[in-house]
């Protein structure tokens, strides 16, 4: 069976050797030896200034947008993994969608003032398949608005825009380690609070709020990363160089193979060192993509529909129509990739794909 994607895992031996560091110590979480380690040697991998591990993607969103999105309205996208507009929702604000660019597929940055009202709070973006979003014109409208900007970088990590980490921009950004992503801890995930202002209280959010054993700054959750989760980060990091290699020459293959005038890719943005985190091809309609889906499925190979349905129509929001994401979301297809995906196999789901 060949799946969209498939977990790295280091030699055995090498995890084991992290763990047995957690169990010498006889400390497994609040903020070990190995949760610190790893966040400084993320910190100096991904080249940004800050750094918190939490213990997913989706609790850093949720933390983000409580302390940023107090209540009020946030712009976002549609098109994202569900989990975007779920933290919106969870923590009682109001998703406000703005439709997407054709070809970027990230939030249409010439829609966003449109969709601002007096309530508006946020804007929480997505660098969807690794693929920056316009930063700069978020960036002037959040200032000229007196805004927050908030990034979900699940797909974004080692990302680079003009030369430096995409994680840099924005008041948040989020990562997530779920077994799915590029870099992963089993579960796991990051916040990267570059507005300094929040960093304490973000802080305290991911630990119950805790101001030492009986003293309180305010309400928290729990978010904390633990020790075992860290072991795994831990020798996963070395492989990194060898994961990306792996994945570019996987997306060269596919580059390099696939029938164009058949289907179509997303345009990266300029300026971008991109991670090869995931291959979106764009049919030309839906039951294109159905057809396929059902070669593929009856060889045993699972390609997955990230991201669909838009996420303006899920049924517990309520939006205006998003013509663009509705319509790509309807004709996206993400192919199986990842590390030491056979050249065989990739003959096997290229010859399915179209035909
Ligand atoms: C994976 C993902 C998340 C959620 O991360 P978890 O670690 O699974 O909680 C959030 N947003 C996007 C865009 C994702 O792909």
């Known amino acids: 069976m060949i799946n969209v994607t498939k977990t790295f895992l280091p030699p055995i031996e090498e995890y084991q050797k992290q763990v047995k560091r957690a169990f010498d110590a006889v400390w497994l979480t609040n903020r070990g030896a190995l949760v610190q380690e790893l966040e400084n040697k993320l910190i100096d991998y991904l080249g940004v200034n800050h750094m918190l591990l939490l213990n997913n993607g989706t609790i850093p969103l949720q933390i983000a947008v409580k302390l940023m999105g107090k209540g009020g309205e946030i712009i976002t996208t549609p098109f994202s993994y569900v989990a975007t507009t779920t933290a919106i929702v969870w923590e009682n604000c109001t998703p406000v969608f703005v439709d997407i660019h054709p070809e970027y597929l990230t939030i249409d940055q010439t829609k966003i003032e449109a969709a601002i009202t007096e309530k508006t709070t946020a804007i929480l973006a997505t660098h969807v398949y690794g693929n920056p979003c316009h ?10 608005h007196n805004l927050f900007v908030i990034y979900d970088a699940a797909h974004a990590f080692g ?9 840099n921009y924005g008041d948040v950004s989020t990562l997530s380690f779920h077994a799915t992503k590029i870099f992963h801890t089993g579960e796991g995930g990051a916040a990267i609070v570059n507005n300094e202002s929040l960093q304490h209280s973000f802080f305290y959010s991911h630990n119950f709020g805790h101001n030492g054993p009986t003293d309180f700054h305010g309400l928290g959750i729990n978010g904390k990363m633990s ?6 980060g831990l020798a996963v990091l070395p492989y990194m160089e060898h994961i990306l290699q792996s994945r570019k020459e996987v997306v060269n ?16 943005r300029d300026n971008t060192e991109w991670n090869y985190a995931y291959y979106p091809i764009l049919f030309k309609s839906e039951e294109e993509l159905l057809n396929a889906q059902k070669r593929l499925n009856e060889q045993d190979i699972f390609p997955r529909r990230y991201f669909y ?8 929001v309520t939006s205006q129509p998003m013509p663009v994401a509705e319509e790509t979301a309807k004709r996206v297809l993400c192919l199986p990739l990842y590390v030491d995906l056979s050249v065989d196999k990739l003959k096997e789901i290229i010859q399915l794909v179209v035909c």
């Open 253 to 268: 293959y596919y580059d390099t193979h696939l029938d164009f005038s058949k289907v179509s890719k997303m345009k990266l």
């Open 309 to 316: 349905p838009s996420l303006n129509t899920l049924p517990y």
């Open 135 to 144: 930063v700069e014109e978020i960036e002037r409208i959040a200032k000229k």
């Open 159 to 167: 990302v680079k825009y003009k030369g430096q980490s995409i994680l």
């Open 227 to 232: 020790e075992l989760h860290a072991a795994m």
